[in-house]
């Protein structure tokens, strides 16, 4: 579903375009209305649109020959889905659907590519996000490793808190296992420690973040090294 | 608990995840249960043999189906000195949306969790132990 006048303020890379650039793609957005489970990039096949998140959250998975799947990273309002396109890939082995439903702004990918190829801000913009894509990406190999699951976990609700701008969120036990690497019932016992210190409160996949500085304070470092970053590139 | 006061109930836990064990047996302390920790289903066989009371017998192991866990369970239930009617709670890991949030009373004193919320273990637990302990 579409919808006019498509507010791009609310994706942080369209609001750190400057005017002109932000005119020669604005006729070319289309707000769009995204449900839980929606396929946006299918493997192997070549990508279309580019997306750019307002207040829904997508989740990029890997599949292994046996068909089990694990998360590979998840995209909110801080970026966007279909940096293949821009970087001559095309197309991608991972797919990306919505996890938590909302609002993207939808442009073809060829217009997005046009105007990254004009060397402009949009291509520095686009350049510094995916810099800060494989910084979250190393950081999380690091943290499934090192970091045990309250802190992890803390981490993963306050970066999804981020991506779709709201201290509600989603997320059922399934996806947070996933996303964690961890099990359903790790996952349990750690939702079940941060809601009994009142951080968070938990009931059928709703996760809302009770209190914000107290459940940073709970989050392994990764979370601050990866906003430092983001900020040190995008404030 | 609605036993006499100051009694502990005691939970015999078989957890083979390294990442959930710290963390399932610190919440099983905090909610006041005696926790005997095994760590797969030979370890537990050993040590069951030297447990002389368990009220609650939980377990979770990794890459089995629940019919799988509880097979196991039974086998370490039936090795016990103690009781063996202990009810025996088996947590689910991969399930459909379903049964999420649902705990399936399986034979006469078997269960399976299909954990969906944080509180759900903590209150099946209660549950069985107090209706033992009454």
Known sequence: MSQSRPVPNDNRLLAHLPGEELELLRPHMEQVQLAHGDLIIKPHVPIKDIYFPLTCLFSMVTTMEDGSTVESGSIGREGMAGTPVLLDAAETTMPTFTQIPGEA?????????EVYEQGGALKKIINRYIHTVIVVSSQSTACNRLHHIEARLAR?????????????????????????GVRRAGVSEAAAKLQ???????????????????????????????????????? | MSQEPGYQPTIFLVEEDDDTRPILKHNLKTYGYRVLLALDEED??????????????????????????L????????????????????????????????????????????????????????????????
């Not at chain 1, 993963?156 to 964690?180: K, P, Q």
């Not at chain 1, 809302?208 to 430092?228: G, K, Q």
């Open chain 1, 105 to 113: 702004i939808r442009i073809k990918a060829a217009t997005v590519k």
């Open chain 1, 156 to 180: 993963w609700l306050l970066m999804s808190s981020d991506g779709v701008g709201s201290c509600e969120v989603n997320l059922t036990h399934e996806y947070l296992a996933v996303m964690l």
């Open chain 1, 196 to 235: 009994e210190k009142n951080l968070i409160r938990y009931n059928r996949g709703n996760v809302t973040i009770l209190e914000r500085e107290a459940l940073e304070a709970a989050a392994c470092e990764c979370y601050h090294v990866v906003n430092a970053e983001y900020e040190r590139l995008f404030s």
């Open chain 2, 44 to 69: 537990a066989l050993d040590r069951i043999d030297g447990v002389k009371h368990a009220d609650l017998l939980l377990v979770n192991l990794v890459g089995k189906t629940p019919d799988e866990v």
């Open chain 2, 71 to 134: 097979q196991v369970g039974r086998r370490i239930r039936e090795h016990a000195r103690y009781d063996g009617h202990t009810p025996l709670v088996v947590i689910a890991e991969k399930f459909g949306a379903d049964v999420e949030g649902t705990d399936v009373n399986v034979a006469a004193n078997d269960w399976v969790t299909y954990l969906e919320d944080p509180g759900q273990l903590r209150n099946l637990l209660r549950r069985l132990t107090s209706k033992r302990e009454g």
